[in-house]
């Protein structure tokens, strides 16, 4: 594998974060192969992501605030648990849940968030997706959809674009509607509308936005996830349901916990309750394998 000189500089520390090795040029697929590529599951995408020579320079000047990217390992959580996958993780969130697990991505009171997320060139994060070798991609955060811009010339925009080889899913708290652009590109989104939290309700819950999920769902492009940590909050998740017509067949409910003990407990807790109102239920495959680690 040979440096690739023509991406812009980035730093040992940037690097460091990128677990796969940067430096490959992303291939530029035929077309016909990008039409023989099978998506593994799922809908079919609307439009066919072409890379450009447009595209392929602005991979090399914009930029996201990039996490981490990691894997290959499987899909801890939701409709698709247990499916092999890789992640990219980038900075910032609207929200300030008290559980959250990734809190390096944006609380800047606890963590340097601007050394944990670094500007990263787009063509690098796509370098990183490619020498994964997975076929699906989960896009999470933070908040992703905070760097969904209006249209797909943004840096997130030109990242999936780079990417079309493989089939990406996301990853949103729910608070932000999906641009048309993203949902043409994306397979799979998973909302995590937060309940009982301590951010205020106008912030985690947005009306105009739950109704985008919830068709989303009835076209089978998305799926709900609840984090419940006890029965208040199961009660929040069917008030809430009932008040924006959410399908419980759309609905898995997650136990809160970032220790295996912690997510078996509360799963053990809540499951009668969980049947009983129809919803699905997930676990977290990470945290029962691996406890409370990073980029797993
Ligand atoms: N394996 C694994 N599955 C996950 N599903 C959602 C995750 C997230 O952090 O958004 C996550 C994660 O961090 N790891
Ligand atoms: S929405 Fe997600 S990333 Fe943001 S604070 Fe809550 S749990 Fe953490
Ligand atoms: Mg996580």
Not at 112 to 141: F, K, Q, R, Y
């Amino acid at each position: 594998m040979t440096e690739n000189t023509d991406l812009p500089a980035v730093s040992d520390k940037q690097r460091a974060r990128i677990v796969a090795q940067p430096g490959l040029e992303v291939p530029l697929l035929p077309r016909q192969a990008r039409a023989a590529t099978p998506r593994p599951q799922g809908r079919p995408l609307r439009v066919d992501p072409c890379r450009t020579p447009s595209t392929t320079t602005a991979a090399r000047t914009l930029t996201l605030p990039l996490s981490e990217v990691f894997g290959p390992t499987w899909q801890g959580e939701g409709p698709y648990a247990g499916r092999r996958c890789g992640f990219v993780r980038l900075g910032e969130c609207n929200l300030t849940c008290e559980w959250c697990d990734t809190p390096y991505t944006w609380d800047r009171a606890r963590h340097d968030v601007t050394a944990e997320c670094p500007p990263t060139a787009v063509a690098d994060i796509a370098t990183a997706v490619t020498n994964l070798d997975v076929d699906v991609m989960v896009l999470s955060g933070g908040e992703p959809l905070l760097h969904a811009k209006r249209t797909p010339a943004c840096a997130l925009g030109v990242l999936l674009d780079c990417t079309p080889f493989v089939s990406w899913h996301v990853e949103t708290n729910g608070t932000i509607p999906p641009p048309d652009w993203l949902v043409e590109r994306v397979q799979h989104f998973t909302a995590s509308p937060k309940v009982g939290t301590r951010d205020p309700e106008h912030r985690r819950l947005n009306p105009r936005a739950l109704t985008a999920w919830r068709e989303l769902c009835d076209q089978g492009a998305a799926a709900f996830k609840f984090v419940c940590r006890d029965e208040a909050d199961l009660a929040s998740v069917h008030s809430l349901c009932a008040r924006m017509k959410i399908d419980a067949a759309h609905v898995w409910i997650m136990p809160e916990g970032r220790s295996a003990q912690a997510v078996l407990d509360a799963q053990r807790d809540l499951a009668p309750r969980i049947r009983d109102h129809g919803y699905n239920l997930t676990t977290r495959l990470h945290v029962l394998t691996y406890d409370d680690r990073r980029g797993v």
